[in-house]
């Protein structure tokens, strides 16, 4: 199973197409559920935002995954699949953590820095685990995203320096109806963004603040907590709030227009001489573009703000170079302890077996030897243990080293030939583990610990040829008893634990070279479903 995520956002798509591919509410739930569905997909989220569509998945097959989700974008965003796929982007194994840890820390966004996402992405992460298409290996990758996107933002100046797109579009209107203090402002909606626009202009001292929202009680509650004159209206009276304001900032879920140039016209606007600002925050947009040809009246949408490139040089190179160190970092530590996690279940086994065959020797000498005193078969059996224990201390040792670095499974794959174990048996440790950690405690930001399980934790469900239901190893509870192993307590044992490999270690994977070696590749074309092997547009 790998990590594959199928997208489009503002550098490869115009607001127009991003318009159309946006999805929301129960359309949302409804996605989420076809592409888990899908053959090839075995976990999934999706995010959706103002300017980004992002479907990650954890596939069994590359091909097969990219165009059961490339088809099913383009059916339920009704952008046919050939002019869909000429905008989407695909990151796969690597390069897919890479991107959601990219992410996270705004470094993707339109205004590099903002810290909106974060927000975004937990709720992805939630409304997956919600419907119940998040697994083990997309919840480790997701919620590590929402530490590195925290870390990023604490450990450099990205959050302080990087403003949102509200500040942005706020500064664009600035520009034309002058100092936003003593401005009449109409705010449409209540959720996130609306409030952000809210808040940032009672901070900027504007004279009064109108709030109108389809929840009533919403618009009441945030005119309630700003600190200059404001007031909540019905969507009845939006009308006369138009005639009234200078600045109207609209960001709302509905599917349609919701302000036109008609009835904004009929308000009077562009025919009494004075100045108006329309601000769209909104996908699909809420105000119809037309109202920008009004005398007078400036809209602005998000195909009008600042692109990422000039927010980055707002921020200071230094800012931005500081945040992708940390995605480096945290993208080499987190696959490196993936792939050590990974090969922990060989190892149990093989120690299982090694148990099994003392155990079975030891029974087999008491029955041959029934005369040896209580103190004589006591050191028997310890001096057995330990020549076990010993004489497999140096491969387990030296497979998590080389477990750490790419191709580490290979040789989880070397000691399941070497010592003839049952195909089964890691299945039976790693399910036994799964068990055992149905919610795992969460790492200290910028650590890593929560490794991306990889092969070790997606064996759930599947089974070896042949395997009955139910099947262990021979000795199930010893299987399980050490998969239950604290991770201290397994480097004791000699254990794979899912520590990370030193960094500088000879093997450990440069995540920042791989990750710029190996292109990502376009989504599979209407004619043949071959990826290309071009890198995503920047």
Not at 70 to 81: D, I, Q, R, T
Not at 128 to 139: F, K, M, S, V
Not at 225 to 243: F, G, M, T
Not at 309 to 327: C, D, N
């Amino acid at each position: 199973m790998s990590v594959l995520v199928v997208g489009l956002s503002h550098r490869s798509a115009p607001v127009p197409v991003l318009e159309r591919t946006a999805v929301t509410g129960d359309d949302l739930a409804k996605l989420l559920h076809a592409v888990h569905e899908s053959a090839n997909v075995a976990e999934t989220a999706i995010v959706s935002t103002c300017n980004r569509v992002e479907i990650y998945a954890v596939v069994d097959k590359f091909h097969g995954g990219v165009s059961a989700i490339s088809e099913l974008l383009a059916l339920h965003s009704g952008v046919p699949l050939e002019e869909l796929s000429r905008h989407l982007y695909v990151h796969y194994e690597e390069r897919a953590v890479q991107h959601v840890f990219a992410v996270a820390c705004g470094l993707e966004s339109m205004v590099v820095g903002e810290g909106q996402i974060l927000g975004q992405l937990r709720t992805a992460f939630r409304l997956a685990q919600d419907e119940g298409t998040l697994g083990r290996d997309l919840h480790d990758v997701l919620q590590q995203a929402l530490r590195v996107g925290k870390r990023a933002h604490a450990e450099t100046g990205i959050d302080q320096a990087g403003a949102s797109l509200v500040s942005v579009g706020l500064e664009v209107a600035a520009g034309h109806l002058g100092p936003l203090a003593g401005v009449r402002a109409l705010v449409v909606g209540a959720g996130s963004m609306s409030s952000l626009a809210a808040a940032t202009l009672s901070r900027a001292g504007a004279r009064e603040v109108v709030v109108a929202n389809r929840t009533h009680a919403n618009a009441v509650r945030l005119a309630e907590s700003l600190e200059v004159p404001s007031r909540a209206v019905e969507l009845a009276d939006l009308d006369a709030a138009i005639a009234d304001a200078d600045l109207v900032v609209s960001c709302t879920g509905a599917t349609g227009l919701v302000l036109t140039a008609p009835q904004v016209a009929a308000q009077g606007v562009g025919a009494d001489g004075r100045d108006r600002f329309f601000l769209d925050l909104a996908l699909p947009h809420d105000v119809d573009p037309a109202v920008g040809a009004l005398p007078g009246v400036r809209l602005a949408g998000l195909d009008e703000l600042r692109t990422a490139q000039e927010a980055a040089r707002a921020i200071g190179p230094e800012a931005v170079e500081a945040v992708r160190r940390i995605v480096r970092d945290e993208v080499e530590a987190f696959l490196s302890a993936a792939r050590a996690a990974a090969v922990a279940p060989t190892v149990v086994a093989l120690r299982t077996k090694a148990a099994a065959v003392v155990e079975s020797e030891l029974a087999r000498l008491a029955g041959r030897l029934p005369e040896l005193d209580e103190r004589a078969a006591r050191e028997i059996q310890q001096t057995v243990r330990r020549v076990a224990d010993k004489l497999l201390h140096a491969p387990t040792v030296r497979v998590k080293e080389l477990a750490a670095a790419p191709g580490g499974d290979s040789y989880a794959d070397a000691l399941r030939r070497l010592f003839d174990l049952d195909p089964k048996a890691p299945v039976a440790v790693a399910r036994a583990d799964m068990s055992a950690e149905t919610e795992p405690a969460e790492p200290a930001p910028g650590s890593a610990s929560a490794p991306w399980s990889g092969s070790a934790r997606t064996v759930e469900g599947t089974r070896a040829a042949g395997e009955p239901g139910g099947a262990r190893v021979a000795d199930a509870a010893q299987a399980a008893r050490v998969a239950r192993v604290s991770r201290a307590e397994c480097a004791d044992a000699d254990c794979v634990s899912a520590a990370p490999a030193d960094a500088g270690a000879a093997g450990a994977v440069d995540a920042g070279t791989v990750n710029a070696q190996a292109a990502s590749v376009r989504a599979v074309s209407a004619r043949g479903g071959a990826p290309r092997g071009e890198g995503e547009q920047s």
